[in-house]
């Protein structure tokens, strides 16, 4: 079984900065690829933020230039630092994991964690 906990979301003015945080459980983070979704009330889910095992990362343009995705193997955790947070960038932001992260292929989550809360306004 694997578990998901995401935290650190909160209220912030536009032009701060959040860092959310994901933990994940059992032994299948070391070899996942992980990434942030985004969803807003009557809004499309967006991914946000891929990081892959090698590090390599991925942004969508929406954030390009402000967030930053980052891993630490030894803790289980995948990071999300967010700058220059604009009102758009309000949502739920959920952490997830492919657990068969297979060349060639794009991100396919296979868990989900439970979301935290990050609203940017004056």
């Known amino acids: 079984q694997v578990q998901l906990v995401e935290s650190g979301g909160g209220l912030v003015q536009p032009g701060g900065s959040l860092r959310l945080s994901c933990t994940a459980s059992?032994?299948?983070?070391?070899?996942?690829?992980m990434g942030w979704y985004r969803q807003a009330p009557g809004k499309q889910r967006e991914l946000v933020a891929v990081i892959r095992t090698s590090g390599d990362t991925s942004y969508a343009d929406s954030v390009k230039g402000r967030f930053t995705i980052s891993r630490d193997n030894a803790k289980n955790t995948v990071y999300l630092q967010m700058n220059s947070l604009k009102p758009e960038d309000t949502a739920v932001y959920y952490c997830n994991a492919d657990i068969f992260p297979l060349p060639g292929r794009g991100y396919r989550p296979d868990y989900w964690g439970q979301g935290t809360q990050v609203t940017v306004s004056s």
């Open positions: 059992g032994n299948i983070f070391s070899r996942s690829a």
